[in-house]
């Protein structure tokens, strides 16, 4: 797959509009869900992956179909089951007997926006199939390499209440995620809307494309050229520091969640209609970016998937905020 040329960067004014195309062409079809919205195109902007953790029926497909759509990007849906092989993802070379050479056959993660659903019911080999596709972006079989992208973003779902038939995803594969986000369910006037709106059909299969693969490309460009205050650097380390240094923690923020904070904050100032990060856009993406990839020692009754964002919300209250 060919990576867009980058046509030089985008003016303000255009960066501003086509950002607000984008998250009004999504929130058409997500309603009432603006933050969980901003979240998912911060982290496409970031260059990141998305787990969206939450119940079945609130809507995980259909963000993944909308930022598809709306992106005009190629789109493939996996559905992940306990059989499903590595080259059910990668792809396979089959031998040609007119030319009498192997050609290789494209997998679905050859594509720009691939949804993993229920990624914790495949197994543990089958899920490591992806980590060089997100890590990476590219894929690697026959001893031949081969891109993604970009862009190339997984969104990944799972049910964290089902356990059945599950293989819990390996903290080395949570580090790949740039943010685990949840949606939950619509206000009810949102909900009442969805109801009207679905009498007819699909919502999603009417969006039209408002943002082309290239200009995200150039977006993502741009994100990295987002200025960071020294000072906000040293508070960023200081978050990160205090998941390591905290006894209530057994294994802190790593350097490349560090690294996904910094490059979320980036994005999500350009997001803001900004070109320099402020102590909100790192204290705001803390929860999404750093909760997953902390593992607690001992997390209270009640509390066993949320206890690291309690501490992290304590944490933030903790840390001197730079002036």
Do not use: W
Not at 137 to 150: E, F, K, N
Not at 239 to 263: E, F, K, N, Q
Not at 292 to 318: C, V
Request: charged share 20%; net charge negative.
């Amino acid at each position: 797959m060919p990576a867009p040329s980058d046509n030089g960067p985008i003016a303000a004014s255009e960066t501003a509009s086509l950002l607000e195309k984008l998250q009004r062409n999504i929130e058409k079809v997500l309603l009432g869900k603006t933050d969980v919205v901003r979240l998912a195109l911060t982290a496409l902007l970031a260059e990141g992956h998305v787990l969206i953790e939450d119940v079945p029926g609130v809507g995980k497909t259909l963000l993944a179909k909308a930022i598809a759509r709306s992106l005009g990007c190629t789109f493939h849906r996996i559905q992940f089951t306990p059989d499903l092989l590595p080259s059910d993802l990668i792809g396979t070379s089959v031998y040609h007997q007119p030319t009498g050479e192997f050609r290789f056959h494209p997998g679905p993660l050859f594509a720009q926006v691939v949804l993993a659903d229920e990624i914790n019911r495949a197994t543990p080999r089958t899920q490591s199939a992806l980590l060089e596709a997100m890590s990476e972006r590219q894929v690697s079989l026959d001893a031949t390499t081969r891109p993604l992208g970009p862009p190339f973003v997984v969104l990944a779902t799972q049910n964290p209440f089902e356990f059945e038939g599950t293989y819990p995803l390996p903290e080395s594969q949570l580090d790949r995620f740039l943010m685990r986000i949840t949606i939950g369910y619509p206000p009810r006037p949102a909900e009442k809307q969805i109801l009207i709106e679905h009498r007819a059909g699909e919502p999603v299969d009417t969006l039209q494309t408002v943002v082309s693969p290239e200009e995200v490309y150039a977006l993502q460009l741009k994100v990295r050229r987002v200025r960071v205050d020294e000072k906000l650097q040293d508070y960023l380390l200081n978050i990160v520091d205090a998941t390591r240094a905290s006894p209530l923690v057994y294994i802190g923020a790593s350097t490349r969640a560090g690294l996904g904070l910094y490059r979320a904050a980036q994005a999500h100032a350009l997001l803001e209609g900004r070109d320099y990060v402020i102590p909100d856009d790192i204290k705001g993406l803390a929860g999404p970016v750093l909760g997953h990839r902390l593992l607690m020692k001992s997390p209270r009754a009640g509390e066993t998937r949320d206890s690291a964002q309690a501490f992290l919300a304590d944490e933030l209250q903790r840390v001197m905020v730079p002036v």
